[in-house]
Structure formats: C-alpha cells, structure tokens
C-alpha cells in the first residue's frame, strides 16, 4: 500500500517544512509515502467561498486514480487514539488497498463533490490548526502509527 497526503496552497514556514521532511524520511521504512501539494488558486480573493471550494475540489479530485481510497482531514470525522489510527492503517494494508489518499482541504473546506467520492473522514482533533501545522501533525501519526505496529519505542502508553 501507499500512502499520499494531499494538502492544498504551499508551507511557507521552513520549521515546518524540515519536521514534515524528517517525519517523511523515517515513513520510507515502512511504508511508500508522497505528499503532495496543489497549488493555491490564483485570484483566490475575487472567488466566494462556494467557487473556492469548487475550483479546489476539482483539482483534488483529478488527482485521484480510480482505485484509491480517499479519506478527508476534516473537523466532522471520526476520532481515533494513536493505537486506533495504528490498527486503521493495519486494516487498510490488510484489505489490499493499492493507494490511500488523505487530503487536508482548503481554509472553506470542502465541495460537495470531495464529499461525495470519498469513503472516510478523520478528525485529529476538536481544536482548529491551521492547515501548514496539520500536514506535519498527520506525518507525525502516520509514523506514530508504523512504530506502534511493530512494536518500536516511540508510542508510549
């Protein structure tokens, strides 16, 4: 299985982008993992919130092959404890699934369409972040959840 972090408009913030690229360094030993990043949309200001997340669901979804799962970052989603999000990673190799696409949305969310193609949604918490923290808190537990399936000494209990 692969994994591939969707998330929209650039980090600017290079703390960040160094702790994302360490967390994305130590995912190669267990798993094949791509995040990748959709550009932000040009003249964002002229377009209401409704057309934002239209245009940014359109790119979202043309990134997508027919077989992957898509699972969206999303405030309304499940919650899982670490070990939970371990045992969800293990189930989803375990089904023989080709490719997972998690996708951190734009500032509005997302369109209707995102809603509709995908077949899952995960909240990592009840607390607004702001969108560049998020990709590094999903690499973070994505890693997290590696360790704990084999038994390394990252996760604590």
Do not use: C, W
Not at 14 to 32: A, E
Not at 45 to 51: D, G, I, P
Not at 101 to 124: N, R
Not at 134 to 148: A, D, H, M, S
């Amino acid at each position: 299985m692969k994994i591939k972090l969707l998330a929209i408009g650039k980090t600017d913030n290079k703390h960040l982008i160094q702790l994302i690229d360490d967390y994305q360094k130590r995912l190669k030993h267990y798993i094949k993992f791509e995040l990748e990043i959709i550009p932000d949309l040009k003249n964002a200001k002229n377009l209401s919130e409704h057309q934002q997340k239209e245009k940014e669901g359109e790119l979202i979804l043309s990134k997508l092959q027919n077989t992957d799962q898509l699972i969206l970052l999303d405030d309304k989603g499940k919650h899982f404890t670490s070990i939970e999000f371990s045992k969800y990673l293990q189930k989803k190799m375990n089904a023989g699934l080709k490719q997972l696409v998690l996708v951190i949305g734009g500032p509005y969310g997302f369109s209707e369409a995102v809603y509709q193609k995908s077949q899952g949604k995960i909240s990592l918490s009840k607390m607004t972040f702001s969108h560049q923290m998020i990709r590094l808190f999903v690499v973070e537990q994505i890693y997290r959840g590696f360790t704990i399936l084999r038994n390394e000494p990252y996760h604590h209990e």
